[in-house]
């Protein structure tokens, strides 16, 4: 059974970083796209930034462009997501996600929630003063 698992979520003032990380067991992880979402109760998962499998290319939502970077580490099977200058806005479960690469990837799909098969449980930011 696929496993992913997040973790590095928490509290942090405006301005302020955070960087998540995601462990994936059971997958072929090096041939997999890797993206990761975020959702706020009653609201759709939102498209963050994706990673192709050998980690050359990446992509980003326009919201988080500039702001945040998204890395992997193959031989750890993990990947990152780097926060910085941390907006209010920016609170919400962060989800990382996991798919077979090929080439579908590329914007919009790369960060479509419906591109990816498996899913982590999500780990909680928020953003307050």
């Known amino acids: 059974q696929v496993q992913l698992v997040e973790s590095g979520g928490g509290w942090v003032q405006p301005g302020g970083s955070l960087r998540l990380s995601c462990v994936v067991s059971?997958?072929?992880?090096?041939?997999?796209?890797m993206a990761w979402f975020r959702q706020l109760p009653g609201q759709e998962r939102e498209g963050v930034a994706s990673i192709a499998p050998r980690g050359d290319s990446t992509l980003y939502a326009d919201s988080v462009e500039g702001r945040f970077t998204i890395s992997r580490d193959n031989a750890e099977n993990t990947v990152y997501l780097e926060m910085s200058s941390l907006k209010p806005e920016d609170t919400a479960i962060y989800y990382c996600?996991?798919?077979?690469?090929?080439?579908?990837?590329?914007?919009?799909?790369?960060?479509?929630?419906?591109?990816?098969?498996?899913w982590g449980q999500g780990t909680q930011v928020t953003v307050s003063s």
């Open positions: 996600a996991a798919a077979w690469g090929g080439s579908w990837w590329r914007l919009p799909r790369a960060i479509d929630p419906e591109a990816y098969t498996y």
């Open positions: 059971k997958f072929t992880y090096s041939d997999s796209c």
